[in-house]
């Protein structure tokens, strides 16, 4: 290690001779994380008030062996311009000692901490967004487990109900690297989160110039390092009250086992009458109610200087009741207040579309009957996410590591019905209920990932596999409670209705009536297998000068074969990709990007209607400009553009119903470009003001047909023009801080309320203030967060096939306080 026994004065003046000898007005030295900036063992940096860094030239001695040799360094990239930094490589166990006669001239301050492993990062041309724990707590409430205040606000994101964050044009096609490691696609539509906001140490955002190790699922990579491990044992317990009946509580503690092993386990629970995104802007919590638990458990041991060994353990568990229509109020008569079948009536009984020509249809006459809550609706929604993963770091040479990592995941969702029995014989022609379902479905994913990284001369080089076995089953049983409903589900898929006929007559929905000759309900039950395979080589370069490159290949393999009596999938695609960043001058830079890539469809909530998913693969094409104004600010503008073939989407399995049931669909193709502008402002030693401001016009839109053969619609249900995420906080020495955050979006394609064709733009301000852990004796705070402040209650998604009908949830004010262990 570097010196942590060797004196300051020892280092203070190796590093004088430094200033001497490149004249520098001003030095200041700290070991650095390469990702976080953080002070670790590994690297120095100095910092300049000049424009230009010097060549060090002075000699250092490594471990009593004397290397003269320059010392190399290197400007990091993106860095303020008036104050570029050096980096001087130095390797692991390095002694480092002063040149007889030589002494400090200058006053020089250090810090020295444990180090670890270099951190998984992407390279510099990706235009990644990175956020520290620090920046994340000031905006986001970690406390309530909802790991979608991740990415809520980023530039390029489009928020939708049901857990859904559409990010450039695209579904929920997420990659989480968790420590290096990518985990497994989970359940698309699934609404619990995949890991632990209060464990991550630092986020990195990727949207574009993805460098051949990311793949699988591109809309966004989230890159997260979790807590390291403490030296010595603390921890953190919160509890959190307020609107909604709401109450969080979680547990965070890590410290050492021994002198090169540490833990960090993190317990969490959360409670609230207002689970999702209510179907009513006044009656919010009508069977509503959720909850979730988890638990999050890391041990890192490092057996000797070069091995780390790593098991992460996570489980989380969500349970929700599936919301109850109450009725909408008046200003919907024209387009359907929420009763009957999908929400299609008013209260008075008739159905707005009705019109001469359909007045004689079935369901067409006027029929009163009560809301869906009051006819005592009662579904339940339970999830479980949990991974394992084991991965071995070594540390081969001072400038290369391997990697290998094992990771066994499971997600499973079990739709269970409490409604009143229905008689399928003897059917209402409408009611208040559409469905009694009970689903139940679970996918496994056995994962191998390998990487070895080394850097050699200029060029930073990777290369890495993955082997992924999947597998997936899925039953179903849907009774219908009413005609209307019965028809809908036999015109999906005859396999899930009882034997029985289609007549030539159509109901009011346009679908045959169906009339069945048994009331015995199928149970429909799926098996899905397959694999996915990939191989990736990749380069980032960065000679002397402004340009830094990162490039290669990347072969995807996937396959998948089910027991529907569909063809199997069989699915491969060699995907080139260059991403370039070149500094202008000191301030300003550009990157560009052409990245082929290649979207696996969800496993055990594939098509069980048409042809099967294919996976989906695109061409993506990013351009940007970077400027730095000044220390701590900087500015962003990006086009991009992504050329889509079998766009794979997900909505519910009976369109417009609200049941919880998801189901994927193709579309032949699909095309998606816009712009994004960003602006982000960083407080010094994060104190004062922080802030960022994302904007993104936009629009997503398929074309030709999907799986089923179906027209494909106009716009992407979650298209969405004009978006606007911003966020300003205030921090006070004390550690106190205050933030506010402002979410605009003008409407998604499925928040169109009938007649009009006009989409509903909904705004949201939400408000976070903590007192730091000055209370308490200097063992805790409080803290106050306020969602939706001004409490509008706008149209999320209305009708939709995709989604329903959604509004925003109210204002929701929570009391939290914190204590230090």
Known sequence: MIGLRASALILCGLLASLAVASGLDRVRFVLVDPVTRSPVQGFVTVESPGHQPAVLETSLFFAGTPAFEPVPWRVLPFESAALPSLVVTMPVGTQVTLRQ??????????????????????????????????????????????????????????????????????????????????????LSGRQGSVVVPSTIESLEILTGGFPPEFGGQTAAVLNISTLPGARHPKGDFSLQGGGFQTVNGELTHEG????????????????????????????????????????????????????????????????????????????????????????????????????????????????LMPTQDAAGQDIFQHEVSEFATLSWQRKLASESSLQLALTLLHSGQDVENHNPAVDVMNLPVDGPIDFNPDAHRNVHHAQLVGTLARKVGPHQLKFGFLLDAQSGNEAYRIAPANQLAL????????????????????????????????????????????????????????????????????????????????????????????????????????????????NTPPLAQGAIIGQPLQPETLDQYDLGLDYRPGEGRSLGIAYYYKRIRNQVDVGLLVPGSQIGLYSGVNFAEGAVHGVEVSYELAGKKGLGWDGYLNYSLSAAKPNGVDNTGADVPDYNDHDQRHTLGTGLAYSWAGGATMAATLQYGSGLASSIVPPSTGRTPRTQVDLRATTGDRLFRGRGGIGLDIDNLFDTRSVINYQSAFSGTRFQTGRRLLLSANLKL
């Open 487 to 598: 028809d809908a589900l036999a015109a999906l898929d005859s396999s899930l209705v009882p034997a029985g006929s289609a007549s030539a007559g159509l109901d009011i929905d346009g679908n045959p009536v169906y009339t069945p000759a048994s009331g015995a309900v199928p149970s429909l039950a799926v098996r899905r297998v397959g694999s996915y395979k990939a191989l990736y080589a990749q380069d980032t370069w960065q000679p002397p000068g402004r340009l830094i490159a990162n490039y290669g290949l990347r072969a995807d393999w996937f396959s998948q074969s089910q027991t529907l009596g569909q063809a199997d999938v069989h699915a491969y695609e060699l995907s080139p990709r260059v991403n370039l960043a070149y500094r202008l001058n000191g301030r300003a830079g550009l990157h560009g990007s052409y990245d082929r890539l290649f």
């Open 256 to 367: 050492p086992v021994g002198e090169r092993t540490s833990y960090v386990f993190d317990l969490f629970s959360t409670r609230t009458a207002v689970a999702s995104e209510p179907q009513a802007p006044d009656v919010q919590a009508a069977h509503n109610a959720g909850s979730s638990e988890g638990a999050f458990f890391k041990l890192r041991s490092r057996p000797s200087d070069r091995d780390t060994w790593t098991l992460t353990l996570s489980r989380g568990v969500d349970g929700a009741q599936a919301g109850n229509r109450t009725g909408l109020p008046a200003q919907f008569a024209s387009s359907g207040q929420g009763f009957g079948f999908l929400g299609l009536r008013n209260a008075d009984g008739t159905r707005p579309d009705v019109t001469p020509d359909t007045q004689s249809l079935l369901g067409a006459a006027p029929l």
């Open 101 to 186: 006669g030589e002494r400090p001239v200058k006053e020089i301050v250090i810090r020295v901490t444990a180090s670890r492993l270099r951190p998984n990062q992407a390279p510099p041309t990706s235009g990644s967004v990175k956020r520290e724990r620090s920046e994340l707590t000031k905006f986001v409430n970690t406390s309530a487990g909802d790991a979608k205040a991740l990415t809520k606000g980023q530039k390029g994101v489009a928020e939708d109900s049901a857990g859904q964050q559409h990010v450039r044009g695209e579904h929920t096609d997420i990659t989480y690297v968790v420590d290096g490691v990518p985990l497994p696609d989970t």
